[in-house]
């Protein structure tokens, strides 16, 4: 217990965590990417949320700020209602069911379910969650949105509009 009355460890003991610290917020400060916003005319990827690979019954895409919310609703056996909410008012939103990144299905136009933009609908078939995935394309602010998710998260008992 020598080592526990030596100053030279007591204060390297206290001043290592705080040096490290110091270090690690510098080092992302000077590193990191610096957020941008979003530029007329480009197009930004949309990363797909944990909670689609899951039968969640909600599905989110984001990028930064711009973010949307995947919901299902049953509407038959074989038919289901895809709603996507919107952090943002979007011009238009385009929705393809695929089942390989080969496939090159046309995209279907999602129909706006409010008049502000924030809310669209799709009646779809019925995917089969373990092979299909979605492709949408988003349009707000003379921007272009995509993503690509799993559609796991509609085993879950659908729950509609959030």
Not at 127 to 135: H, S
Request: hydrophobic fraction near 40%.
């Amino acid at each position: 217990m020598a080592i526990l009355k030596n100053k030279h460890f007591m204060t390297a003991s206290i001043v290592a965590p705080v040096l490290a610290l110091i270090a690690y917020f510098s080092i992302d400060a000077i590193l990191s990417e610096k957020p941008q916003a979003a530029e007329e005319g480009q197009s930004y990827q949309l990363v797909e949320k944990p909670n689609c690979r899951y039968d969640s019954g909600r599905c989110g895409l984001k990028n930064g700020d711009f973010e949307l919310n995947l919901s299902t609703e049953r509407l038959d056996d074989d038919r289901m209602r895809l709603i996507l909410n919107s952090a943002f008012p979007l011009k238009g939103v385009k929705a393809a069911l695929i089942e390989d990144e080969a496939d090159q299905k046309q995209p279907v136009d999602m129909q706006p379910v409010s008049d502000d933009g924030l809310v669209w609908a799709l009646e779809m078939a019925r995917p089969d969650p373990e092979r299909n995935r979605l492709r949408l394309v988003a349009s707000a602010n003379r921007s272009l949105y995509f993503g690509d998710v799993a559609m796991k998260f509609t085993l879950s008992e659908p729950t509609g509009t959030p």
